[in-house]
Nanobody
Framework: QVQLVESGGGLVQAGGSLRLSCAAS????????MGWFRQPPGKEREFVGA????????YYADSVKGRFTISRDNAKNTVYLQMNSLKPDDTAVYYC?????????????????????WGQGTQVTVSS
C-alpha cells in the first residue's frame, strides 16, 4: 500500500503560481511512476502529467505544457507540481497518483485506470 497526501492548493489570481506537493508513505516510492490529475467542477478527471521513477522522463497534457513542471525528490518521498501562468480553466481538485507502469506513450500514462494509488486531492482555484 502507498498512501499519498497532497498539499499546497489554494486560491490564486490568474497569472499567478502555485506549487503542489504529494508526500508518499512508502520507502519504495522511488520505484513508482507518479502522475498528477485534476477534476474541474462538473467534469471528468483529466491527466495533467507524469514523471518516471528516476525523474528522468516526463509527460504533460497539451493544456499545461510549458506552464506546469513535475519534479520529484526520492530522498523525501515527494513529487511536486509547479504551476505557473495559471488560468481560471486550471481550477480543479488536483490529485497525485502512483503506479509501477511507465509506458512509452502519453496516452497510456494519461489513463486513470493505470494508477493503483491515489491521494485525497487538493483544491486549486484560479480567479480571473
Amino acid at each position: 500500500q502507498v498512501q499519498l497526501v497532497e498539499s499546497g492548493g489554494g486560491l490564486v489570481q490568474a497569472g499567478g503560481s502555485l506549487r503542489l506537493s504529494c508526500a508518499a508513505s512508502r520507502r519504495t516510492f522511488s520505484r513508482y511512476t507518479m502522475g498528477w490529475f485534476r477534476q474541474p467542477p462538473g467534469k471528468e478527471r483529466e491527466f495533467v502529467g507524469a514523471i518516471s521513477w528516476s525523474g528522468g522522463s516526463t509527460y504533460y497534457a497539451d493544456s499545461v505544457k510549458g506552464r506546469f513542471t513535475i519534479s520529484r525528490d526520492n530522498a523525501k518521498n515527494t513529487v511536486y507540481l509547479q504551476m505557473n501562468s495559471l488560468k481560471p480553466d486550471d481550477t480543479a481538485v488536483y490529485y497525485c497518483a502512483a503506479t509501477k507502469v511507465w509506458a512509452t506513450t502519453v496516452q497510456t500514462m494519461g489513463v486513470p485506470g493505470e494508477y493503483d494509488y491515489w491521494g485525497q486531492g487538493t483544491q486549486v482555484t484560479v480567479s480571473s
